[in-house]
């Protein structure tokens, strides 16, 4: 039902943009949010946005180099990923909170994507 794509292998300082599909059976949602997870670390919040205003949130350790987007026509999420470091490298995921509530937790989501690999080199 999420699908995302745009990852890849990036130097550091460089730039990525990542995309998520939602599918049509996916309409019903308060917010679609991206996390990352990278090996042997929790899932981390990197940002959100509540669908029905477009309110956005950002993880503090992406604030002002990432930037979360939708386009409700075609039903997609996308992350903008400006002067990625090293220790970005991870699978981020998009995900979907149906109901309202706190966006940021990993364990109030309820849809998964399978993910997309990151990598920025040094």
């Known amino acids: 039902q999420l699908v995302e794509s745009g990852g890849g292998l990036v130097q550091t300082g460089g730039s990525l943009r990542l995309s998520c599909r939602a599918s049509?059976?996916?309409?019903?949602?308060?917010?679609m949010s991206w996390f990352r997870q990278a090996p042997g670390k929790e899932r981390e919040f990197v940002a959100g946005?509540?669908?029905?205003?477009?309110?956005?949130y950002e993880g503090d350790s992406v604030r002002g180099r990432f930037t979360i987007s939708k386009d409700s026509i075609r039903n997609m999420v996308y992350l903008q990923m400006n002067s990625l470091k090293p220790e970005e490298t991870a699978t981020y995921y998009c995900?979907?909170?149906?109901?309202?509530?706190?966006?940021?937790?990993?364990?109030?989501?309820?849809?998964w994507g399978r993910g997309t690999q990151v990598t920025v080199s040094s």
């Open positions: 995900s979907i909170k149906i109901w309202p509530g706190v966006i940021f937790r990993s364990d109030t989501q309820d849809i």
């Open positions: 049509s059976r996916t309409d019903e949602r308060y917010a």
């Open positions: 946005v509540i669908w029905s205003t477009g309110r956005t």
